[in-house]
């Protein structure tokens, strides 16, 4: 009986669940639609339920968890887009899924960044990853070692004093600007004041968004440059502290890849130290893969060190 | 003839010059002017020649030098406060200094913060080390190693966007709002435009303006809560990247101690991320002497390296 590891990926929308060898093959994986109308502890029972029915829990040396929250010694707060309160997610989740090995528990986007970390194609140091979903995640490895607990939280830095409102209770954020709910937001509010756009007869989504940019439309343009601005400075000001040579990107925005990437490019050297190298933008190659990996690849860190 | 470290850390008004014995003790200190007339190559014969007076170069076994610039491979480019034009400072120094000992070149604060972590009183990582002086320089430790190159440089964070003019060339740099340049040229610009305050029959400059804040001066005030602000906000920031439990503050308004502590921390609420600890803000230990530490453990550290 072989063993195995378990890696989790909490996301809003998805649960995704891969098997893995102890030398880190992935053997199995699965998605399943978030419990999201379930409290924390109800939803860790129906995600250890679905784990269970992939892979006996007696075969599973250590399992890794990611949650979309910070996370402080397996335990979370309030998750803002689920029904979670605060929660020991790693005691509940051995609780429901039986067994006595080493449970991890950490933020998605910083599993995400040490899946690519260690099985993308980048490996410069400090090696810094930004996810662009509905929200801005990130992560951060400098000498090999993932920066755990709250940091890589590059869509909480602000950007903008007093600026707008971001789902995290603070004003300025990055999020509040790049995030994708903060660009549909903000094409909604352009066209209420009226101003002409192909996306008035589409549905309103960060694809529909970008290629209406791409094809020169002025409001979707708009949308695309404020993010890509709030996004320079955030990667300027990362490049002042940590000097990076390249910022790997992840997410579903980063799939527009090269439109993006130039638009940033276009106003780092507003914000550039004349220190730093202009970073590299890189887009992330694990795409739905990198938050299992990581947290497969984090239990095999965790479990090496003890 | 026991062999010895020099430590050397050029500022924009002196030149400290520590002599260390292998094992890091302080055998020797001296300051002098710095050469600010002269330019590099000029001021480095000049530096070499005085370095020369307090140790024979035979007897040294490496040279740490920081300077007030960013610092790549041993070189430095354009340095705003001096006359120092793109040099090689370790091959220049070698040159004038003779002997064949290594000579390792690097950011001033960034070796000031390696000085404080090796001998200060605070040894958290990541350790974040902010020097607060007529520029806002800064150093970052993580894994016992210093981050190298155009690294740390908090100074140089974008806190507002298309804000003040910074000496850097660039905008809205934290900097521009809280080095004692900029603290000093906000206090005119309001006593130009006729506020009354205490300031108008004192000589401008940090410690007045601190004092006369304390007291309760308006205009002082409002210089002493801008800089705060932009500090709560860079050190907000750092926090989402890298969650410190603490930041260490050095240099000359760091003296001023817990009345900008406790307007930093007033401001801190408002710009950090829920998921992270309020960091403590503590003072740094070594005052003048943080730089020449850290240029000599910086020649520990590369020899015990290689």
Redo the contacts between chains.
């Keep these: 009986m072989e063993q195995k590891i378990l890696g989790i990926d909490i996301g809003g929308s998805y649960v995704k669940y891969g098997v893995f060898s102890l030398e880190g093959t992935l053997l199995k994986r699965s998605a399943e639609r978030t419990p999201r109308e379930l409290n924390g502890e109800d939803a860790l029972k129906t995600i250890a339920a679905f784990a269970k029915s992939m892979v006996d829990p007696s075969e599973v040396a250590g399992v890794g968890i990611g949650v979309p ?2 996370v ?1 010694d397996g335990k979370v ?1 309030k998750i803002a887009n689920l029904r979670w309160e605060a929660l020991n997610v790693d005691e509940t989740f051995k609780r429901f899924f039986g067994g006595n090995m080493p449970v991890v528990v950490e933020n998605d986007a910083s599993l995400a960044a040490f899946g690519e970390y260690t099985h993308g194609a980048f490996k410069e140091e ?1 090696y810094v990853f930004i996810t662009l979903g509905t929200g801005v995640g990130g992560g ?1 490895v ?2 090999g ?1 993932l ?1 755990r ?6 869509g ?6 007093e600026g707008e409102q971001c789902g ?4 300025g ?1 990055l999020e509040a600007y790049a995030g994708t709910a903060a660009m549909k937001a903000f094409a909604k509010t352009l066209i209420d004041e009226g101003e002409t756009t192909v996306l008035k007869d589409k549905r309103i989504n960060a694809r529909n968004i970008l290629d209406a940019a791409k094809a020169g439309d002025a409001v979707a343009l708009k949308v695309v440059e404020r993010a890509a ?1 709030a996004l320079a ?1 955030a990667v ?8 990076p040579s390249s910022c790997i990107f992840g997410g579903g925005v980063a799939e527009a890849g090269e439109f993006l990437f130039e638009k940033i490019n276009e106003r780092l050297d ?8 202009k970073p590299i933008l890189k887009k992330a190659c694990l795409g739905n893969d990198a938050g299992i990996t990581g947290a497969m690849e984090m239990v095999r860190h965790v479990q090496s060190d003890s």
Tied chains: 1, 2.
């Design positions: 929250a910070p402080t707060g400090p951060i400098i000498g070692e920066l607990g709250a940091a890589g939280e590059i909480h830095t602000t950007v903008v004093q995290c209770g603070k004003r954020c601005d400075q300027a000001n990362v490049s002042a502290l940590l000097n507003r914000y550039l130290f004349f220190g730093n190298k």
